[in-house]
């Protein structure tokens, strides 16, 4: 039913910023929460933000304080804002969507955007 479609990657410094979007569509869009995951190069797939259908959000422990979740239902799109960006960050950065009761484990993805951080 969602479909999910990243943009907004890129190459960066240390201590820079990107902002990534997630064009989402579907007729179940405002009932879900939305979510943004990461999987850097040889590690698991996780979770780094959530935001349920009232605006709450939530962050990863390695992004509180440096990334911002948001969303704009009237164009139907989640973002993600970055600063002080490591390169740690480096992943492929996906975003995701469910019902808030399963958002830990999203139903739906989308392809990814890379974001790669130098030092």
């Known amino acids: 039913q969602v479909q999910l479609v990243e943009s907004g990657g890129g190459s960066v410094q240390a201590g820079g910023s990107l902002r990534l979007s997630c064009a989402a569509s579907?007729?179940?869009?405002?009932?879900?929460?939305m979510a943004w995951g990461r999987q850097a190069p040889g590690q698991e797939r996780v979770l780094v933000a959530a935001i349920d259908s009232d605006g709450s959000t939530s962050y990863a422990d390695s992004v509180k304080g440096r990334f911002t979740i948001s969303k704009d239902n009237a164009k139907n799109t989640l973002y993600l804002q970055m600063n002080s960006l490591k390169p740690e960050d480096t992943a492929m950065y996906y975003c995701a969507a469910d019902v808030c009761a399963n958002i830990a484990t999203p139903d739906y993805w989308g392809q990814g955007t890379q974001v790669t951080v130098s030092s």
């Open positions: 579907g007729y179940t869009y405002s009932r879900y929460c």
